[in-house]
T-cell receptor, first 117, second 112 residues
Framework: GDSVTQMEGPVTLSEEAFLTINCTYT??????LFWYVQYPGEGLQLLLK?????DKGSNKGFEATYRKETTSFHLEKGSVQVSDSAVYFC????????????????FGQGTILTVHP | DADVTQTPRNRITKTGKRIMLECSQT?????MYWYRQDPGLGLQLIYY???????NKGEISDGYSVSRQAQAKFSLSLESAIPNQTALYFC???????????FGPGTRLTVT
């Protein structure tokens, strides 16, 4: 079956440091890939997504590139802020040829990020 | 107002009790989901519904049941709560095209 594996956390960084959170996946087809973020006390919200190989998703200074050859979707940010402290989830989902999503998301285990001033 | 709301936000209950968690959405989506979050395990899908008459089991449906009362409402029930059902529960909705899901704020359930 499909699965998503994220780097072990927690990750602790100083403000303005470079961030990488690794995500690799195992899939039987060609899924869409997502990064979700969960701020303390809140539900998950979509951070960025990519729907096909070599696509780059970006939002709020975060980026991730869909690499089919390495089955990876690593999250990066050049300069983190204290406000980026959260739990980050990598996930995948499928759509049919017509673009209709199958709906179900498969999540990685989450990576806790703490950024200190 | 929030697009996806969950009630209650926190609940403490005793082993053997029946409990219902409720979810409402104003996004007009047909698809709704219930997830459970445990530390270090990410989110696991309990049940999902693609319309009012379509209910499907997820990865961990044992011990849970659901009801889709309307397009906007999807409830999760624990018929006889047990301590290992202590977790954070999330409801989510989605449209049909992008796969993006919109999450509620969660319900923290403690079973003693």
């Amino acid at each position: 079956g499909d699965s998503v594996t994220q780097m072990e956390g927690p990750v602790t960084l100083s403000e303005e440091a470079f961030l990488t959170i690794n995500c690799t996946y195992t899939a039987t087809g060609y899924p869409s890939l997502f990064w979700y973020v969960q701020y303390p006390g809140e539900g998950l919200q979509l951070l960025l997504k990519a729907t096909k190989a070599d696509d780059k998703g970006s939002n709020k200074g975060f980026e991730a590139t869909y690499r089919k050859e390495t089955t990876s979707f690593h999250l990066e940010k050049g300069s983190v802020q204290v406000s980026d402290s959260a739990v980050y989830f990598c996930a995948l989902s499928y759509a049919n040829a017509g673009g209709t999503s199958y709906g179900k998301l498969t999540f990685g285990q989450g990576t806790i990020l703490t950024v200190h001033p | 107002d929030a697009d996806v709301t969950q009630t209650p936000r926190n609940r403490i209950t005793k082993t053997g009790k029946r409990i219902m968690l409720e979810c409402s959405q104003t996004k007009g989506h047909d698809r709704m989901y219930w997830y459970r979050q445990d530390p270090g395990l990410g989110l696991q899908l309990i049940y999902y519904s693609f319309d009012v008459k379509d209910i499907n089991k997820g990865e961990i449906s044992d011990g849970y049941s659901v009801s889709r009362q309307a397009q906007a409402k999807f409830s999760l029930s624990l018929e006889s709560a047990i301590p290992n059902q202590t977790a954070l529960y999330f409801c989510a909705t989605s449209g049909t095209e992008t796969g993006e899901q919109y999450f509620g704020p969660g319900t923290r359930l403690t079973v003693t």
